[in-house]
């Protein structure tokens, strides 16, 4: 799809290619896609046999196969080099997953057309994760509110410890490597269709035999357009009228509300349910209210031509909706479009001037275009009363009121039509997609588990075997390692293992090597933890540092007043009682506020304003306030671990044993500044003119090191081998005698 998009309206279901067979065909519609999926996504949870049916593994492999015959069809005409896909709705959730295996570069989209429940209702679904990652496959999803994608992307955290960011506007998941981008943007209706439609002369017809019938009778037209399906609310929205004819009696023999029932696109006992309702209510209302030559209800059941439906449209004044729970819903958008008319219609209606033109909108709070549409009344369809006062209040509104929310409402949706709503996301797509050629890629996982991994081509792991040979030739080395997620992954015992402990004894047995260990933790835990007489250690992110077990602590700054910690704990104690799961640790010159074991969304909005009361209270005071993974930090200013690398290869620099070789491994951002530091210092005067600098993140994410492992587990496994290089090299050229420290 490399030419502009004009003409794309959505289609309400997929249309199945040539080669599905009838039965699959039918499992996956019928079956997964509106047994499981569809009430599912407008909150029915399947709590019996009744409501929506209890899932159904072969309806979910039916679904799976159709979307795979879906992706046989696609790589038929696609040119995956040029061309951009997009996805549409629920119907072809998984089909992401099979493109992005067969193309790791393709250039791919995602719609959703339906709400998308909050966490809690997604959770239910068996087959949850492979869904989300297979939406996750795709460059952009695009969803018709904010809601919608905040569903979404807390459904990314909670199962699968996804975070989001904004980045210039643009809300961003990082991935495996990929930027994976968000995309909020209602649809839009077609308006040259709309307007082509007005101007027919059937169209023209219609109104006119509608005008005879209501308003030449002195009838004021209330107009519904519905599926016959159980979030439509058509139940709800009888029981308003009857509620208005109650209340306000003066409306007898004026009123009419006629409702448009558009068959159901599903089928099922649910269905039937509701038509027998609507029919009941309909006979009771028009019997109780009605009167020789009056129905205040009017059902239409037979399908009408698109021409039929704008008809009815320009002649009513006041169009509701009252959807229990709607994707996005174009009824009210194709109102304003067709109460906007043309010159015929303007005088057929007797409106002289364009200003003269209004209408008026009452629509459920809970389908898509509500938020777009601030000029329309907008109702809790459950609450009977308040959508009949809404409707009464539709109806004796001011004419000037009712024009000027006309003019607001055309404006918006005349500029947001569907042709906008594709140009924009087509060009968010191209955005997104624009650094696929510089990225490395491949695919990890299998099925639906699949996913594809990308980096930047200087970006790359470290191997395993290339290190140890650099550090074979080495003759001074440099070790500098982060501990918590580095040599320890993330844990609720947080000492180290034997095994670590005696992997650092051997580095530092070998005199050519200079290992220092950097951490946030206390200087007298880590004194306990690591018992190796030749390790230096920084504690609280480098406050405090010492060259070895013997030897005295050091700052790297000067000497910090913790006054400010008087106003800090308050703070953060607020917050610990205000959000369960969350802990405070107070160092000597360092307090965290840990919210690890809390609610991930709350304890990550929580986190956010803490920050900035903190800033807040703590603006005067000589601290810096920081945010990891899970926690937050107030410091020192000036202290950081960048200092640390600096001041250990200033002190080799002093004693003529610039390194030849530098290892630096951290995981977190705090050890961003060292990454830094060193790579910076790579060709100066502090390294050898030969020295080989591997700064190494663990994870793939954006980092300014150029190397990563996948986890902990691969840093020990890199660390015993370089111990294990050491010790061989011992025994082939034993020292004469143990050299004194380089730091002393």
């Known amino acids: 799809m490399t030419e ?69 069809k696609v790589l038929e005409v696609i040119n995956p080099d040029d061309d951009f896909v997009w996805v549409h709705d629920y119907h072809l959730m998984v089909l992401p997953t099979f493109l992005r295996k067969r193309f790791n570069r393709i250039k791919l989209g995602f719609f959703l057309h339906s709400p998308f429940p909050s966490s809690e209702i997604y959770k239910t679904l068996p087959v949850r994760e492979e869904l989300l990652r297979a939406l996750l496959n795709s460059d952009l999803i695009g969803f018709h509110t904010f809601d919608y994608a905040r569903h979404f992307l807390s459904c990314c955290g909670r199962m699968l410890g996804l975070s989001y960011e904004s980045k210039r506007g643009h809300i961003c998941l990082e991935y495996y490597g990929r930027t994976v981008s968000i995309k909020i943007l209602p649809v839009g209706v077609h308006m040259e269709q709309l307007k082509t439609v007005l101007a027919l002369p059937e169209t023209e017809a219609k109104v006119a035999e509608l005008m005879e019938m ?40 004026k009123l009419v509300l006629v409702q448009v029932a558009n068959p159901a696109r599903g089928r099922g006992k649910d269905v039937a349910e509701v038509q027998a309702e609507t029919y009941a209510m309909v006979r009771r209302i028009n019997e109780a209210h009605g009167a020789p030559g009056y129905e205040p209800v009017v059902l239409i059941e037979q399908p009408l031509q698109f021409y039929e439906r704008v008809a009815y449209y320009v002649i009513a004044e006041v169009c509701l909706v009252t959807a229990v729970r709607d994707g996005m819903n174009l009824i009210p958008y194709e109102y304003i479009v067709s109460r906007q008319g043309n010159e015929k219609l303007d005088r057929m209606l007797r409106q002289g001037k364009p200003e003269e033109k209004k209408s008026m909108l009452v629509v459920s709070e809970f389908i898509g275009c509500s938020p777009s549409l601030s000029g329309a009344i907008r109702v809790n369809p459950w609450n009977i009363e308040a959508v009949a006062d809404a409707m009464e209040s539709a109806l004796v509104l001011p ?32 955005r997104t997609c624009k650094d696929h050629a510089n990225r490395r890629c491949w695919g990890i996982g299998f099925g639906l588990r699949f996913r ?114 008087q106003i800090a704990e308050p703070v953060m104690c607020l917050y610990r009682e205000t959000t369960d799961g969350s802990t405070i640790e107070d160092r000597e010159t360092l307090l965290v506020w840990n919210y690890e074991d809390a609610d991930p969304d709350f304890g990550s909005c929580q986190a956010k304003e803490l920050v900035d009361h903190l800033e807040s209270v703590l603006a005067n005071e000589p601290v810096s306030v920081k945010t990891t993974p899970h926690s937050v930090e107030v410091k020192p200013q000036g202290v950081s671990k960048g200092l640390v690398a600096r001041r250990m290869l200033a002190s080799m620099q002093e004693r003529d044993q610039c390194p030849d070789f530098v290892l630096c491994i951290g995981d977190d951002r705090s050890d961003e500044d060292m990454f830094q530091l060193i790579t910076a210092a790579a ?32 840093v020990v496994r890199l660390m015993q081998g370089l111990a294990y290089v050491s010790e061989e090299l011992a025994l082939t050229n034993p020292a004469e005698e143990d050299e004194d420290s380089l730091w002393e």
């Open 4 to 72: 502009t998009a004009t003409e794309l309206p959505p289609s309400p279901a997929p249309a199945c290619p040539r080669g599905v067979p009838p039965e699959i065909a039918a499992r996956y519609y019928h079956g997964f896609c509106k047994q499981h999926l569809w009430p599912l996504f407008h909150y029915m949870l399947p709590l019996s046999p009744d409501l929506g049916g209890r899932f159904d593994r072969a309806l979910w492999q039916a679904y799976v196969s159709a979307n795979k015959i879906f992706e046989d």
């Open 214 to 253: 209501y308003s030449g009778k002195g009838r004021v037209v209330m107009l519904g357009v519905d599926d016959m399906d159980i979030f439509k609310g058509i139940s709800l929205k009888l029981l308003a009228m009857e509620e208005l004819l109650k209340q306000h009696p003066e409306w007898r023999r």
């Open 399 to 430: 004419e000037n009121e009712k024009r000027m929310r006309h003019d607001k409402h055309y404006r918006y949706v005349s500029t947001h039509d569907v042709a906008y709503w594709a140009n924009s996301f087509l060009q968010d797509l191209e």
């Open 452 to 565: 594809v991994v990308s980096l930047d081509l200087s970006f790359r792991k470290l191997a395993l075997e290339n290190i140890l040979m650099a550090y074979r030739r080495a003759k001074t080395r440099a070790i500098l390692l982060d501990y918590d997620g580095t040599l320890m992954p993330q844990a609720i015992n947080k000492s180290p293992s034997e095994k670590s402990v005696e992997i650092l004894n051997s580095l530092c047995r070998d005199k050519n090597n200079v290992v220092y260990l950097c951490s946030g933790y206390d200087r007298r835990t880590l004194h306990e933890w690591f018992p190796c007489e030749k390790l230096g250690i920084a504690a609280e992110h480098g406050y405090f540092l010492r060259t070895q077990r013997d030897a005295e602590w050091k700052t790297c700054v000067n000497a910090a007043d913790c006054s400010w910690k």
């Open 683 to 714: 060709g100066g005067d502090s390294l050898a003119s030969t020295a080989e600098v591997f700064a190494c993140t663990v994870g793939r994410k954006p980092s300014k090191a150029k190397y990563y492992l996948d986890d902990a587990t691969e």
